[in-house]
T-cell receptor, first 112, second 111 residues
Framework: DADVTQTPRNRITKTGKRIMLECSQTKGHDRMYWYRQDPGLGLRLIYYSFDVKDINKGEISDGYSVSRQAQAKFSLSLESAIPNQTALYFC???????????FGEGSRLTVL | AQRVTQPEKLLSVFKGAPVELKCNYSYSGSPELFWYVQYSRQRLQLLLRHISRESIKGFTADLNKGETSFHLKKPFAQEEDSAMYYCALIPPSGGYNKLIFGAGTRLAVHP
């Protein structure tokens, strides 16, 4: 089955460390997204990309960067992790203009 | 501020009772609205979208532009409906660039 895969699924790190969360998809979708989920705040958009050359900031991009290495790969980086970046991170893809997102299983990040 | 509001963090009902999960939005114009659901140990997934006017798993949602609401309803809740529900929209000016989500409501259906 075509899928959206995130690695790692769980990560514990320390303040100041650089962290990369990776997302790959076999759905063939051009649009890819990174969201973070916090209790009581729902999902908030960090970055999104329509193709390899098109990267856009979401509502909470500060402290994050992304790389779209290929149509199938979209990585999220925390250059210097801080405790309030502790959250569940989701990668998602969208097929065309349907508005339907296909989510990965999530990456739980804990910053101590 | 433009936002999607789900006023209830938790909604607890008994099996067979009616369910209404509330969603209000503050965007002007005509956004496109969705309900997403996350069952235990499953991925977040689309439940329904307002333009389809469909009923999925017995759930329906009507867009009320006057009240800027998109409440999700089911006449008789089942235990398997227990999940986290998110209301989401695409802003009128945003094309299909991005979805904006509410904070979510956890539905617990008790036997």
């Amino acid at each position: 089955d075509a899928d959206v895969t995130q690695t790692p699924r769980n990560r514990i790190t320390k303040t100041g460390k650089r962290i990369m969360l990776e997302c790959s998809q076999t759905k063939g979708h051009d649009r890819m997204y990174w969201y973070r989920q916090d209790p009581g705040l729902g999902l908030r958009l960090i970055y999104y990309s329509f193709d390899v050359k098109d990267i856009n900031k979401g509502e909470i991009s500060d402290g994050y960067s992304v790389s779209r290495q290929a149509q199938a790969k979209f990585s999220l980086s925390l250059e210097s992790a801080i405790p309030n970046q502790t959250a569940l991170y989701f990668c998602a893809t969208m097929e065309g203009n349907t508005g339907e997102l296909f989510f990965g299983e999530g990456s739980r990040l804990t910053v101590l | 501020a433009q936002r999607v509001t789900q006023p209830e963090k938790l909604l607890s009902v008994f099996k067979g009772a009616p369910v209404e999960l509330k969603c209000n939005y503050s965007y002007s114009g005509s956004p496109e609205l969705f309900w997403y659901v996350q069952y235990s140990r499953q991925r977040l997934q689309l439940l329904l979208r307002h333009i389809s006017r469909e009923s999925i798993k017995g759930f329906t949602a009507d867009l009320n532009k006057g009240e800027t609401s998109f409440h999700l309803k089911k006449p008789f809740a089942q235990e398997e409906d227990s999940a986290m529900y998110y209301c989401a929209l695409i802003p009128p000016s945003g094309g299909y660039n991005k979805l904006i989500f509410g904070a979510g409501t956890r539905l617990a259906v008790h036997p």
